[in-house]
């Protein structure tokens, strides 16, 4: 009688042992299976079907840059190009190595290059259209959401060259720099290709159809302009002290000066603007600041906490601060407050306004 107890309380025993080494065997089997291939979410689903995704992880965007793409994630580090779809799982991948890698992503289009280097890859969420060599060192490169991509480079005998490409990647037009050195380029829609310059007296604003080769406007400014871009009302020049708007015929319609600030975050959207503020290079009071196209202050507010990334997206605004995603309306009205990772570096509102914040390896969505 004893011994048959025995071997009965025996059986569980064996069954807890056997269970134990088969998650031990799970463990390592998750532990070897490459992130790239999927990792830990490609088996779950083999095993118990598709839990969803409210995270991704990556091998490293050190010194890169991560941008939202159809609900996926795009990542441009030093070490490749590596793209997600909304499930976390890799969709592609393009290794290189990259000293100063940056990305340009709008809609379903995005463009990676070294500056300096000497090639542009051209892509979409679902794989790579071209990668796109050139003669002469690349200066920038933007894409908009139709697929037109604009690539600045310099150019022997000009102040550099401006080439614009469709979304099968064919060059459809070329414009060479006579004065002012091309610091970036802006295709809008289909038709208008918008270029800042810089030169000795100061900065340029050009604007040209993408049918002829003469200039259709210009706006010259004593100053720096560090950047330009298509807004419903027009365009808004970005400066080191203020906001300018131009009209159609980059004629200035309005400005919006912040001398008493240093600009250390600027997000425009064709229909809305957000400003970053802080009363120190490093450090001190944080101001957000909120403008309509046509430069009206829509809200304001301080902060005191360091903002450490800004995302604008139609009538939303997301801040990574203190190791939190606060997301607010246009007039700056709190929707959401989130802890996030607190190796967060970077910040993105999503198309269905959940906020994506990105870490070096890993990024995590708020907001569902």
Not at 93 to 119: F, I, T
Request: glycine residues 12%.
């Amino acid at each position: 009688m004893k011994d048959g107890t025995k071997k009965k309380k025996k059986i569980p025993r064996l069954l807890g042992t056997v269970f134990l080494l088969a998650m031990a065997v799970l463990a390592v089997t998750l532990a070897v299976r490459s992130q790239q291939e999927g990792g830990i979410r490609a088996l779950w689903r083999e095993m118990f079907g598709d839990p969803g995704t409210d995270e991704f992880f990556f091998e490293s965007a050190s010194g890169g840059q991560v941008a939202d793409m159809d609900m996926g994630l795009a990542v441009a580090a030093g070490s490749g190009l590596y793209v997600y779809d909304k499930e976390g799982e890799l969709t592609f991948s393009r290794l290189y190595s990259y000293q100063d890698p940056a990305m340009a992503v709008e809609g379903d289009y995005g463009a990676v290059w070294n500056v300096g280097g000497d090639k542009v890859i051209f892509f979409t969420k679902k794989g790579i259209i071209k990668e796109l060599s050139f003669e002469n060192p690349v200066i920038s490169a933007s894409v908009n959401d139709l697929g037109y991509l604009a690539v600045c480079t310099e150019e022997s005998g000009y102040y550099g060259s401006v080439t614009v490409y469709n979304y099968e990647a064919t060059a459809i037009y070329r414009w060479y720099a006579g004065s002012g050195r091309v610091l970036s380029a802006k295709v809008g829609g289909r038709d208008r290709l918008l270029v800042v310059t810089v030169g000795i007296g100061g900065s340029g604003i050009k604007l040209m159809g993408l049918d002829s080769e003469t200039t259709a406007a210009e706006y010259t400014y004593e100053g720096l302009i560090i950047d330009a871009a298509f807004t419903d009302a027009g365009f808004v020049a970005v400066t080191d002290n203020k906001l300018i708007g131009l009209d159609g015929e980059l004629k200035v319609d309005w400005e919006y000066g912040f001398t008493d600030r240093y600009l250390t975050h600027c997000s425009i959207r064709p229909g809305a603007i957000a400003l970053g503020l802080s009363d120190y290079l490093v450090g001190g009071h944080k101001r957000i600041v909120t403008l309509s196209a046509e430069g009206v202050e829509t809200a304001v507010m301080e902060l005191t906490g360091e903002i450490t990334d800004m995302s604008l997206m139609y009538d939303k605004v997301a801040v990574l601060t203190g190791g939190e995603a606060i997301l607010y309306d246009r007039e700056l009205n709190e929707k959401g407050r989130y802890e996030c990772d607190p190796g967060a570096e970077h910040i993105v509102i999503r198309d269905d306004s959940t906020v994506l914040c990105a870490g070096t390896f890993s990024a995590y969505v708020y907001g569902k």
